[in-house]
């Protein structure tokens, strides 16, 4: 039983840019790579385990040979994705569809469900969450009346916010900004709007009549938890029926010993800044772990920074 470093797998994209390389010292295809896969078992970007017995096995072989290290858990694929998103330039506007939907329209996917951690971002960035429409029918005016000044609800953000991402909530990740992404497994994407950008020449893709069948009228926000204020480490931010999301936070005294406690079922780790030493092994920025199931509680020390994120 040890804890499982993951090989991150990398997407180029037409808003992408050199970040993770810069930042994270990330080996990228190109200078336009938008997305690090950090830890996935999805088909459209797998990665694998990059130590011990089990280096070099995809995670999703290792989830069906291996239930118990996920505590054999009840769902017949690995359940969360982990993304560090580096948005040079604007992304589309979208929504993703709930499982339900996903399920009848998408050959039996998962739908999404995912959260944002703002990493880094340019003083003046913002992000698009939600819209302006108070009914269906206002939402199918203003869409094709191309009204999306109208619309779209674009609020600022800064380098530690957080933000959860319902299906059905209309969003989009602006220029200047470095995210890291927890989500369900699920590559489902509804393109509604974008900006009538060219890809080889022609518009990409959209999906208005799928994006118009799924978005949540009207828009009602989803706020991070407060954590509490207790001294604690290891602060609690979003919870909901497919993950649990946590931020820890190293204190400047690296000599001191935290816990991370025992995952019920496993726990991904990824580290955002500075170094730390769990149960003796060194993990540094821009490092990716699974904890498995069975493991115990974690010893950690050092400066440094994580999200986690576990199934609920």
């Known amino acids: 039983m040890y804890i499982l ?17 810069d930042d994270f ?6 200078d336009h790579t938008g997305e690090c896969w950090a830890v996935s078992a999805h088909p459209d970007g797998e990665g694998t385990v990059a130590n011990g017995e089990y280096a070099g096995t ?3 072989t290792l989830w069906i ?8 858990y009840p769902l017949d694929r690995f359940p969360l994705l982990t993304k560090i998103i580096d948005a040079q330039g604007d992304l589309s506007i979208q929504v993703h569809p709930d499982d339900t ?3 009848e ?3 039996g996917s998962l739908g999404k469900m995912e959260c944002w951690y703002i990493l880094d971002c340019d003083p003046d960035a913002t992000i698009v969450i939600g819209h302006n429409a108070k009914t269906r029918e206002e939402l199918r005016d203003m869409v094709y009346g191309d009204r999306w000044d109208e619309l779209i609800r674009e609020i600022p953000i800064q380098k530690g916010d957080f933000f ?13 900004t470095l995210i890291l992404e927890s989500q369900q497994s699920s590559d489902i994407t509804y393109r509604l709007y974008d900006y009538g950008r060219l890809q080889n020449g022609k518009p990409r893709e959209l999906h208005i009549g799928k994006s118009l069948d799924v978005i949540e009228v009207p828009f009602t926000e989803r706020r991070a938890m407060t954590p509490a204020d207790d001294g604690s480490w290891l602060q609690l931010l979003y919870s909901c029926k497919y993950y649990n999301i946590w931020k ?7 000599d001191a010993t935290e816990v991370l406690p025992a995952p019920s079922c496993f726990t991904i780790g990824s580290v955002l800044s500075g170094e730390a030493v769990l149960d003796g092994e060194r993990f540094k920025k821009g490092d990716h772990f699974i904890v498995p199931a069975g493991y115990g509680p974690v010893k950690v020390k050092g400066n440094a920074e994580f999200i986690f994120s576990s199934p609920a």
């Open 5 to 21: 470093r993951m090989n991150p797998v990398f997407k180029e994209t037409i808003w992408g840019g050199t970040r993770l390389r």
């Open 25 to 30: 010292g990330y080996d990228i295809p190109s």
């Open 58 to 60: 995809p995670l999703s």
């Open 65 to 72: 040979e291996h239930p118990e290290l996920f505590g054999n």
């Open 101 to 103: 939907y996903a399920a």
């Open 105 to 107: 329209h998408e050959n």
């Open 164 to 176: 959860q991402i319902d299906p059905g909530t209309v969003h989009a990740i602006k220029g200047g």
């Open 248 to 254: 820890g936070t190293l204190v400047e005294d690296g």
